[in-house]
C-alpha cells in the first residue's frame, strides 16, 4: 500500500476497524493507532478494554478524543497510522461545546494532515445519513454534520470504501463522473 489516506466508511460492525488493522498488518511498517473513544460510562470503558486488547502489543496506541490534528503530528513520517473513528471525535467536538463551523475547520486541518503524511493513513467513520431522519434536533444536527466531516475526509482520500457486512465497495469520486463515461 502506497502513502496516502484511505476512508472506510460504513454501518456499525460492518467491519471497518478489522479492515483498518488488516490494511495497516499489510503495509509492512510501524503502527499507530489513534484512538478518538472517552470511557464515559461502563460499556463504553469494556468496548475501549476489548479494542486495545485486540490490537498487536507491537503497535502505539495514541488516544486523543479532541486533537485529532496534533495526534496525527505526533506520528513518526514512516508509520501507519490508523483513525479510528471520526465518529466519536465528532461527537467529542460536540460535546465539548464546539459549533459547527469549529468542527468542519477541526476536520479540514486533520484531513489536511493525513493526506499529507509520507506514510499511510486509514482513517474509520460511520455513515449515519441513511437511515430514518432523527426526530430530536440534536441528533439530526450531529448526523448532519458527521456528514459533511466525511464529505471532508473523502475529497482528501486517494481511496474510499464503502464497508459492507464485511465486505467492501470502493466510492467514486464524482469529479470523473461528469463526463458520462465513469
Not at 103 to 124: F, K, L, S, Y
Request: charged content about 25%.
Amino acid at each position: 500500500m502506497s502513502a496516502g489516506l484511505t476512508l472506510l466508511i460504513g454501518g456499525a460492525r460492518a467491519g471497518k476497524s478489522d479492515l483498518a488493522m488488516s490494511l495497516a498488518a499489510r503495509a509492512g511498517e510501524p503502527v499507530a493507532f489513534v484512538a478518538t473513544a472517552r470511557a464515559s460510562d461502563e460499556e463504553m470503558a469494556e468496548r475501549i478494554r476489548l479494542h486495545r486488547a485486540g490490537r498487536p502489543a507491537a503497535w502505539t496506541t495514541i488516544e486523543e478524543p479532541l486533537d485529532l490534528e496534533g495526534a496525527l503530528v505526533g506520528v513518526a513520517d514512516g508509520a501507519t497510522a490508523i483513525v479510528d473513528c471520526l465518529t466519536l471525535w465528532v461527537s467529542n467536538l460536540l460535546e465539548d461545546g464546539c459549533d459547527d463551523e469549529e468542527v468542519a475547520a477541526r476536520a479540514e486541518g486533520a484531513a489536511e494532515r493525513a493526506r499529507a503524511r509520507p506514510g499511510v493513513t486509514i482513517a474509520v467513520t460511520n455513515e449515519v445519513g441513511a437511515g430514518v431522519v432523527p426526530v430530536h434536533p440534536l441528533a439530526r444536527r450531529y448526523r448532519d454534520l458527521l456528514g459533511r466531516v466525511n464529505a471532508i475526509w473523502a475529497a482528501r482520500a486517494s481511496r474510499t470504501l464503502l464497508v459492507v457486512a464485511g465486505r467492501v465497495v470502493p466510492l467514486a469520486d464524482p469529479s470523473g463522473l461528469e463526463d458520462g463515461h465513469g
